[in-house]
């Protein structure tokens, strides 16, 4: 599984940078490289959209090392997205997000 994640933002320029060190403190704290990709980004009413493709390597430590306890959704695709909005949330992002994909 790799999940695919949209993620939208008024404020691309200051959130883009706090997004990849997120990303990077999370592939450090499961012990893996190349755990996600960020995909370009695109404007729409005033808001500018971009993807995260999670690897399934790294899927597959979050699921596993109960860093998703807690998280709330009934399904595993809800539990993973609420786990990595409040885990952008925690490290100062204020970026929206929805799940795109989780196969």
């Known amino acids: 599984m790799n999940p695919l994640f949209q993620l939208s933002t008024r404020s691309y320029e200051k959130e883009i940078p706090i997004v990849r060190q997120a990303l990077a ?3 450090t704290e499961c012990n893996i490289h190349n755990g996600y990709k960020i995909g370009d980004s695109f404007e ?6 971009f993807n995260i493709q999670i690897s ?29 909005g409040h885990y952008l949330e925690t490290k100062g992002s204020k970026v929206r997000i929805k799940m795109i994909n989780y196969g």
């Open 25 to 27: 403190d999370l592939e």
């Open 56 to 84: 399934e390597e790294l899927t597959k430590i979050i699921e596993e090392s109960g860093m998703m306890k807690g998280a709330l959704g009934r399904k595993i695709e809800e539990q993973m997205t609420n786990f990595m």
């Open 44 to 49: 729409k009413f005033g808001w500018t959209f």
